[in-house]
Structure formats: C-alpha cells, structure tokens
C-alpha cells in the first residue's frame, strides 16, 4: 500500500545487530525529540494538549522510516503527503527549502491537518532522511469557527486548501504564501506560531540526523533502516501467510443528507488475502457527494492498516515496512478516493469506516482476534463566538470519546479513544473549560445501555451537557453513527448511536440531519447535549454469564429493561438472578429470534438513493408485520459470517413470506447459501422529520 | 549524636549511621522483609546495634505506598463527589496509552462509579457558590453506603480547590457519622484546578491512608520499644522529608521515597564538589532510575502517574526505566534482541547466581566479560558461577547466528546501556538540555559498571562514582531537608491585578507554610521559602512555572520573567497578555548537614592492586588491574583498562579513560589517560 518502493535492502551492506539497534531507537528518539518541540511551541490547544499532531521521519523515496507516539490517523497517511511534495518538486529541492500542504486530495487528510515536510540532502546534493510534521490547525478558515462542518457541500465551505507549496525557499520564508494564508484563517498570529512549531521540530531533526549520520555513517544508517523495515515488513507477513487465502467481502455505509433527506453512503471492501499479502479493493464503493462523508484513499487505506495491524500484530512496529504487504485500491471521485472540489472534512469518519469494514471482513478469518464495531465517529463539537468575561474570541471544542467494540475475553471500554486514535484526550478538565470560556457543564456521565449487547459487551459512550453562559454562540458538530448504529459480532447487539440536542429552557430541540449541524445559533442558558455512541458487542447477549449482567446493572452500565429483554436475565425481588427463570426466559428469547430463509437472486440490485446507496431488502407484508417493521425501517440481517447485513425495509406486494431474497455480494457478507435462513433484527432509527432519499 | 537513614528496597533494606562526634559513617544491610518492612528495618538496626537513645534524626525511605499502588494492595476506597459528575474517574481522560491494539483496555477506576455517590452541590471557578451544599442529603446518603471498617472515603467536589468550604463541611459531616475512618478531601491534597488530577491523586492518598498509617504506627511502637524518643521523618516524593504525622495524612507524598534519597544525596555531594549540573543514574537489580539536576535544584513535576493513575503532588522527575543488572536478554518474534523489562529479580536470580535462573542477564554478560569477579560475593553473600552465566549466554547465542559469545555478551550489555542511554536522552534533550554540560553520577549496585558506556554514547565528558554507591539512597535520607510544597489555583489576569494582589496571595500561602513548618519544631530562621508562578499567554491551556524571586517585585517585572522562561523554552515570546494561574511556594526547614570526613588512606597505588584479570572492551579481552577501592591512595589516579572493586559494587574503566580519587573519596571519572 502506501508505498514507494523498498529502499534497495537487497543490496545493503550488513549491520550487526547491536548498531541496528542503536541506529534504530536513535531514530525514533528524533521523533520523541519532535514531538517534544511541538507541543512546547504549539498555539493550538488541540496540539498541545490534544496531542492531534503527528511526526516521523522519511527516506529519500519518501518511505517512513521511524515514528513513535504518534496518531494513527494522522501519522498514516503522512508518507502520501510526503510522496505529493516530493513528487512536485522532484529535480527542484534545495537545502532550506520546506513544503506545506493540506491538500486532501493530494496527500492531506483534512484541511485542518497542516502538513510541513522539511527535505535534508548530503554534500552531494542527495536527499538523506529528512522529517515531516502534520499537525492540527484550530482553525484553517471557512464557514465556521474551528473549520468543522457538518454539512459543507463543497470543500471551499471548509476552509483554505493548500497543495504542495515551498513555504520556506531556501531558508527564506515566503511571505507571499505566508500572508496569503493568514489572511484567509482566524486568529492568524496562532497559526503562525503553530507554523514556527512544526518547522522548529524539523529543525531540531535535522541536526540529529546529521549527528547520527556522521557517527554511524550514511551507508551504515540507510542499511540499518533498510533491515529495520525489512523485519517489520517481514514479521507482519509472516502473520498474514498464517491466515487462510481468499477473499472476504463487507459492506458498510457513512450517513450523507442529500437536500436534508438521508441518503446514506456505501462503502464496500474486497478484503484478499494471498499468500503473505493482502489486497483491500473498496470497489463498488460510493462515487463522492457533495457532502461530509467524503476522503482520500489515504485516510480510509489508514483505517485498514490499523485494523489489521492492530488485531494480526499489535506491538510490532510501525513503519514503512508494514505497509508494504498490503495493496489498497478505490475508486476515483469515490467517498474513499475523493477528488475536486468534493468537500473531505469526514477524515476521521471516513477512517473509522475502513476500520469497520476491515474489522467486517477480519472478523470472518479470526473472530478471535477482532472485536465488536467501534464507536464510528470522532465526533468534533464545536461552539464559536466571543467571551465577553475573557474579552476575546473563542472556540470551544470537544470531542467525547464513546465506547469500544467487547472482544472474546473482555468487554469494551468506555468512553475510551478508539485503536485509530493516538493517545489523546477527547474533553477538557471541567474546571479548566469552566474557567477559560462561557461554558459551564450541568453533567458529564457514562450512557446506560449505550454498550452493544453481547457475550461480551460493548463499552457505553458519554452523556456530556455543556451550558452557553454568554448571550449567543454558533454550534457545529460533524459526526456519522447517528443513524447507523455500531454493529456487534456473532450474534451481539449494536451500540447505541452517537446523538445530539439542545435543551432551551424545558424544550428539546433536535436536529433534522442527526449529528450533523453547522452553526446553529446557540443562546444563553441553551444546554448542549453531547451523547457519544458505544461499541459493538461480542457474541450472543444469551450466552453472557448472568453474573456479569447483574454486575452490569449494578454498576449502571445496563438497565433493568435490558437486563431482562436484551440478556434474558432475571433477578429475584432481593435483587439476586433467578437462574430457572432467566433460563426460562432465555429459551422463549432464543425460539423467538425471527428467522428468513435467503433466496438467492443474483440478478438483484439492492440499492437505491439519490447520491447515495443504500441496500434495500424485500419483505412480505406478513413478513414485516410480523417483525413490525414498515418501509424505510433499518434491519439487520445475521448469518454465518460474524459481522451482520444492514438494510432498510421494502414492503414487496408480491413477496413470499418466510423468505428474503439476497444478491451475491450480500449472501458472501453474511456467509450463507441460497436457502439457508438468517435472523433479521429491527434496529432503531432516530425519528426522519423527511423522508429518506430517492 | 547519631543520625540514622534507612532504605527499603525490594532486596535489601539498606542503613546508614552519622556519628557526629567521630565524624563517620557505618553502613549495615539486613534482608528486606516485603511483608512488612518494619521487620527489615528493626533488623538492620539491630545489626548496627545502635544505642537508639542517642539517635538524633531518623529517617526513612518507604517504597509499601509505591508498592500498594502498583500490587492492588490499597484499601477499599469510597467516593464523594458533586451531582453530575459521577462519572470523572471512570472516563477519566479517555485517552489509549497503547496504541495499535484492539483489546486493549482503559486501566479501571480505584473507586468505581458503585462506591461513588454524588452530592448536591456546586461552586464556580471563581469559588462562588453556585448550589449550596444539602447537608441532609449527605447525611442520608452517608447512612446508606455500605462501608466497611477499614475503608477510606475521598471527598471530591469541583472547584474545591477555588473554595475549599462544601469539602470540609462534608469531611465534618464524616468524621461525626463515622468517626476512625480515613477521610480526605481534594482540595487539602492536592488544591489545584483540573479535576480529573486532582481527584486521582485523592483517590490515591486514600486508597493508601489505612495502609500507611498502619505501617507507620508499627514502625513508631518499634523504634519506641528501642527507646527512640526523637521523631520519625519520611522521605517524601519532592525530595525533601515530612513528619510521620504528616506522612499519614498524605501518604500519597511518599510513592517516590524510595528514589528521592538518592537525589538529595546527589545534590548534596554535587554542592560539595562544586559541580552543580548532574545527571544521575542509580542503576539496580530491576530498574534504573535517571534524574536530570540543573544547578543543584530539585526538579519537581507534578505531571507523573503510577500504574496508569494521575498523580499531581509535586515529585522529583525521575525517568525510570526497566533495565538493571537482573534485567533478562531475549529475542522477540521478530528476532529482535531485547533486554528487560523482565527481570530475574532476586529469585531466582541471574543464571550466574546457580539458583535456578536460566536465562542470561546482564549480570551473566558482565560477568562473562570480566568485568564482575567471579571472587567477589555480591551483598557479600552470593556465589557468581561464570560458567553457568556463559551457558546462558550461549542458549541464546544459538538462535542469533554469528555473534561470538563475548561479543554477545557484550551486546547485550550495549542493549541495557541504549536503554538508559535513551531514558537520560528523554529528560535532557528532550527538555533542552545537552547532556555534555552535566557530570554524570553513578551509583546503585550496577551504575558505575555502566557508567562510562554511557557516557560514551551521550558525549558527557565526567563522571562521579559516590562512596559506598550501593548505599547512596540511605545516605541521602539522611541529609535531606523537611520540604513542603504549597500550590493554590487562583487565576489573575495581569492587566487586571495589581502586584499588591500577587504578592498578598504568595504572603498569605507563606504563611501557612511557615506556621506549619513551625509546629513541626523547625525554627524559624531555619525556614526557607521560594516563590513560583504558573503562568501562561491567553488562550494557552497550559501553564509554564516561573519563579519569583525577591527581586521580582512588580507586575512588570513578572511579565518580563515569563517572557523569557516561555523563551527559553518555547523559541519564542510575544506581547500577549498574561495570566497566573497558580500560585507554588516551596518551605524548606532547613537540617545540619555531616560533614564528610577526609579521604586519608596513604600508601600507593600498588597496595591497591589486589589481582590482574582479562577483561572484554570493546572486542577484545586486555589484560586489567583490579583495585580494591578502599585502599586507594588519597588523591590517586588510575588509567584505563581497570576495575575498581568495592562492597557491592564495582566500577568500570576502559582506555581512553581515567579515575582519580577525590577529597571525601568520591571517584570522578573522566575521559583521557592518565
């Protein structure tokens, strides 16, 4: 994937194993030593003490050499960042220069990620290992404060693009771009300093690398790094070459409003495994919208590689290594490989949704190793205005952290960043917010039920309501898994879905595009309502040991309701379970799952939508009856795979109960043959004030 | 009169007595007993067989918080806390310290949200009072918690550290319905703003309270039954010490104790050798712990976790780092060679002790090299076996293809040194500081082995080797000073203060400080204070400490000061407006430091000289002259390659490298020959 080519290990000199060692953590302590400088220098509390920023170094094909503690989703795609800059400039980089950009469609993630690459060369001119830097900008400019939207329908709603620029020539700043750029964000003299940060960092690299060089030796150095990537490379497809070959198909969806109507987003993955290799096709994925669901293979490419990585090998390293056993392909202009001038703010979305679909696909060569859906949004909140007490513009942003996917040998976390995640905090102290801006926070608490019910459970999501104290704000959140909630694995439940309001004196307003809204006009005494979505669960909710339930329901994680009907448990009025009775109920709830069985109908198309397409699934009238479920409803089709099928209802006039037909793609995901039977599930739609689109 | 520092470490429990009258040291080591460490403690003061009743000061290193903490051992902690916000230590930061593993989870709560009840009430950052306290509520919500008699509660309200008022009228409800019980509250712990901080370390403290007092109600009844009459000092995390009394009520000041002596020692000697500026590395069976001093000062952080808990008292910045002479070789999947974190620990051992340990440590590597005598008993009562530790090596030598045994053996020892090279890199590079402008100080039972290869690699240029470094720790028990650290969150904005304001804040704390200091017996023209602000541009979230010297006396002046620390360590300054956010003060009660008795041994270096062995440097085995360090000669110098072999410890030194006896006997170590 994500790679140039192998940096010529064959002909590397050998090293012995005590200088590669040396050679290799030195390289990383550069990193630390970056990482260090930025957040010292930083302007933008998002850096600083969101840690959204990232660091490594490069080869001179622009492979990544070394990282260290850095944001999977930021450091990811830096090599293809890196690989834009290089390839624009090839023939024309001199010491001193330095190139920024953000370009999402050449090699950016989001307009907010501001990428620095800082080429070094030897006296002969040669580029040598040289640093990059990708750091968050608070904001980059556009339609609201803080640069998130929701729903922009072009990318010049979400701020100002940078390709691949020479910022410094030279040595020499260019004051031209420089001017240019400031003009067009908010607070400017923040975002230079952000600036000064990322270049500091690279300038604190290059003097290592050339210390390290001249102690070791250039050929010394780029051997070592070439058996370092070489290993890595080697150690992750030695753990692919265990998996049996084949193909694995999974499809998800991101959640687009088309004219406000939902219209929600395919993405499908092809996920093949050959050998020591394995090729992830998004073919048949959504072509681009004109809305926040949209980013570059990049981003969704960074998504697979942390699924994989992070269920067939955690702890190896990360570098350029172990990209090279995986090959990634999209379709252009698609939501996956977004092109001019759709808009691509969704990155954290769009990589949330590669992890999904490869954790779908994984989950059917090693159920044991995955877990549950993740919570499936980043979920940036923001409110913008000015701080009448504090005299001075603001932008307070929050990102609550839901829960994580239950996996074979324990539950999820709550309110926990997920795997695609570095190690940052998702909110502020409450003291310290409270202090700094007009917001004070009624409640900051972890959401009964918000876990996917399972064997082993999803972690809840957060409830957090922040109050406007100043007379009138603008809020904007961008999130997915609104609609579509985070799906569990064999047999479990879905965590409940991300979800947003605001309360105005005793009315709740809720948003006609769930979980996306763009400067809503907030005023005094309005309380925000932020709820973070949980994981999937793990494995069926029937077979959790009841006292783990009871443990639940103590602990206020499950309610009583759901005790009895989601796990089938029941308690004696002392509050002890009552074993005959929860396995009594347990059957009635096994025997009363509804079941179909699949017709197979290869000429079937199951999508519609406007722009987008979703999967449709015909029932018999009877059918839907009895599963009480009307057109447009959101279902769940279960079968042998671990992962589920979701689709939205179609009421078939001619449809013959007791069966559903299915088309070939959708019988692979759920792993079942022409009239084997599934178990269809209604699950929960927040309330459309608009009918879905057509 | 006789001051006596105690040590409890994992293995031994180390002790060290001053005699003031003979100006002189003795040391004593007695087996520790984990248990309970008083029995180590009483034992290796009954080996000194000391007249406790002549003993002025006595005090004590104790690791049973650190290790309550990392072992689950803690007692049953309950929770108060303000309506809402049940939840704050559950979700926590919501942060993924591992990253690239699915299954991994975030560490649980010490208290969970089932023994956490909330409490109607509410203040501002500003300390006004947003929902009055409902004291019937909380005495109806104290009636139905379950609690056990040995439990301990943390009270923990948001913005107490603005106004401390519903906390301590809630601890006064407490101690009324359940009187014996631990109980503290947040802002007397710790009354600094961000909560999450603020009650983790709360937590911690209680979590610890019953534990401590306990153990140190033990220790009080055996130094009495001894006779001791003076009081009982612990070293606390900040490198200073506090009064048992103290010690129990915040016992979560103590999980650096172990650490922190041999910082204070470090300062100590630094000031009496003129050389301000040290890194110290105190290299053990498990772990080395690495402490970066810039002009003899302490540093302080307040940002540290233990075993994944958010820990705010101040603590000295000790960079710990899993490497020590027990510390085991291995080759992970990828076939990369690793060394620690495991450890052989003292059972059973590196292979070399012939107890039953297998696999190769560095302790077997550098025994293998010559560099450890095979003679020399370590704590003067074990065997090392260099055929057992180069039958270790050599299992693991058969899986890395062409490497010699000695050259692996050496590797090895290069792997450990990379790791301590890379945690000193952290807390001085990282933070700015170039390494070659320190002396590196050496000490614990495998520091000045290490100690040159480590300087090698970062380019420092000396190296101190204390007397007795295996008892340096207990050694800087003893001549550390009572420290306090007060720190108040109160935000000012300077262009809205006045100087008068800032200084009536730092005088009001001062005060406190010294009164307190006062009722511990120091007097007080031993009592020294030193001012700090946390200060930060507007609209940064994090604050920079800046001190406030006398000198510093206007708003001015503190503006300027800050521009330069943010500077200095950011490159750049602006004309931003400034906030203080916290107001620090340190109050030191300052104690008699022993003088350190001459180095007088006469003779030369040959008397020294006690054997000629192979030792392995740098590929290759020279033939090196072993010296016995208590008979060098007074103001001796030796040129590498030689060993320099003393009880517990022994130093390492190459060509290109010399050592030269120092006035109290230190070695200072440096590059060159003779």
Known sequence: MMTAKSIGAANAQPVDPITLEVVCEGLIAIVKEMRATIIRASYSSVIYEFDDFSCALFGPEGEMVAQSWDHPGHVLPLPWGVRCALDDFRGDLKPGDAILLNDPYRGGTHLNDVTLVYPLFDEAGRLIIFPAVRAHWVDVGGMVPGSYSGLSSNIYQEGVRIPPIKIFEAGRPNRAAMSLLMANMRVPEEREGDLNASFGACKVAENRIRKLIAKYGQETVMAAVAINLDRTERRLREKIAELPDGDYYYEDYLEFYNEGRLDPVLARIKLTVAGDQIIADFAGTNPQVPGVVNSSLAVAGAGVFVAIKSTLDPGGAVNHGAFRPITLKAPEASIFDVRQDAPAGAHGEVRKRGV?????????IMPERISGDLCGSSFPNAIGGYNKRRQRQYVYYEAPAGGNGGFLEADGSSAYVNVDFGNLPSIHNVEALENEMPIFVERCVLRTDGGGEGQRRGG?????EVRLLDAEGSYSVLSDRAVLPPWGVLGAGSGKPYHVSVRRDNEVIEFDTPGKVTGYPVRRDDVVVMRSSGGGGY???LEREPARVKTDLDFGYVSAERARDGYGVVFTPAGEVDEAATKALRGKLQAGRFRLTIKADDALDPYVGAKGKRRMLDLSAADAAKLGVAADDLVELRGRNPAPLRAWVRVAGNGRQGQVPLDEFGRKV????????????????????????? | MQWVGVDVGGTFTDAVVYDDAKRAFRYAKAPSTPGDPTGGVLDVLDRLQLDMDQVERFVHGVT????????GKGATVWMLTTAGFRDVMEIARTNRPVLYNIKSLKTPPLVPR??????????????????????????????????????????CFLHSYANPAHERAAKRAVEASNPGWFVCTSAEVLPQFREYDRFSTTVLNAYLGPLMANYLDRLQAGLAAKRYRRDVYIMTSNGGVSTVERAKRLPIGTVLSGPAGGVAASIHLGRLLGRPNLITCDMGGTSTDVCLIEGLRVPVTNEQSIAGYSNRTPQIEINAVGAGGGSIAWLDAGGILNVGPQSAGAAPGPACYGRGGTEPTVTDANLVLGRLDPGNRLAGRIALDPELAM???????ERLLGLGDHALAEGIVRIAVARMVSAIKQISISNGFDPRDFTLLAYGGAGPMHAVAIAEELEMRSILVPLGPGNFAAFGSLISDLRRDYAQTRTLQLRETTWAEVEATFARIEAEARESLRGEGVPAERIVTRRSAGMRYLGQSWELSVEVPPAIASLPALEAAFGEVHDRRFG???????????????????VAKPSLPDWTVGGTLVDALQARRPVFFAGAFADAPVYQRDRLPKAARIGGPAVIEESGSTTVLPVGWHASVLQYGDLLVERGET
């Open chain 1, 670 to 694: 759920l792993g079942v043959k022409n009239r084997e039977s599934v178990v269809v599930m209604k699950l929960g739609m927040p309330p459309m004030p608009k009918a879905m689109a057509r």
């Open chain 2, 391 to 397: 039958a270790a090596i050599r299992r693991l030598g």
């Open chain 2, 114 to 155: 089932t023994r956490t009840y909330e409490v109607d009430e509410r203040m501002l950052y500003d300390g006004s009072i947003k929902r009055p306290l409902d004291e019937a509520e909380l005495r109806r919500t104290l009636a139905r918690m379950p609690t056990g008699p040995n439990d301990a509660l943390a009270i």
């Open chain 1, 539 to 541: 494995g069926d909710p």
């Open chain 2, 572 to 590: 750049h300054k602006s004309g931003g407006n400034m906030e203080v956010v916290s107001f620090r003060v340190a109050a030191i009660g300052e």
């Open chain 1, 356 to 364: 999904s679909v490869a954790l779908g696909a994984l989950a059917q």
């Open chain 2, 64 to 71: 049973i918080g650190t290790n309550a903490v990392l072992e």
């Open chain 1, 460 to 464: 809840v999501g957060m409830q957090r």
